[in-house]
């Protein structure tokens, strides 16, 4: 019964094109899908509730990753080391990428400065919005 949902952008970023893969469209079209509306409603999986007992839930928030309109920022300063060895652990998407620690510290500068932090503070920046009711 989350109450936020973290998401990646069904949308295409032109401005920002590595974060609009297309396996990430479709994971963003499907996270949205799988909370609004059928997690809410209890006739789109009625099974769930008959076998496993699981009531319908409205998520709270989204916030949505790699938004060109984004308006909330983290500050992940303190945490970048760890994004960054996440990041090398898919090694068949990232062990290429000899700029990756530039590229990551780039936009969260970037993210940073967006959101009014001091210089060299790193953010990530998402489009948050309310669910309705």
């Known amino acids: 019964r989350p109450n936020l949902l973290i998401m990646q952008s069904p949308e295409r970023n032109w401005d920002r094109l590595p974060g609009s893969h297309p396996d990430h469209l479709a994971a963003g079209e499907a996270a949205i899908c799988a909370v609004y509306p059928d997690a ?16 319908p839930w409205a998520v709270k928030q989204v ?3 790699s938004h060109p309109t984004s308006d909330h920022f983290v500050d992940i300063t303190d945490h970048f080391d760890a994004k960054l060895a996440a990041l090398r652990a898919h ?25 009014g932090l001091p210089e060299g503070r790193l953010a990530e920046s998402f489009l948050a919005r309310t669910m309705p009711i």
């Open 63 to 65: 916030w949505i990753m």
């Open 40 to 55: 809410r409603n209890p006739w789109a999986h009625s099974e769930l509730l008959a076998d496993e007992g699981l009531e």
């Open 91 to 115: 090694e068949s998407q990232t062990g290429h990428m000899d700029g990756l620690v530039d590229l990551l510290r780039d936009w969260g500068k970037r993210s940073g400065a967006a959101a």
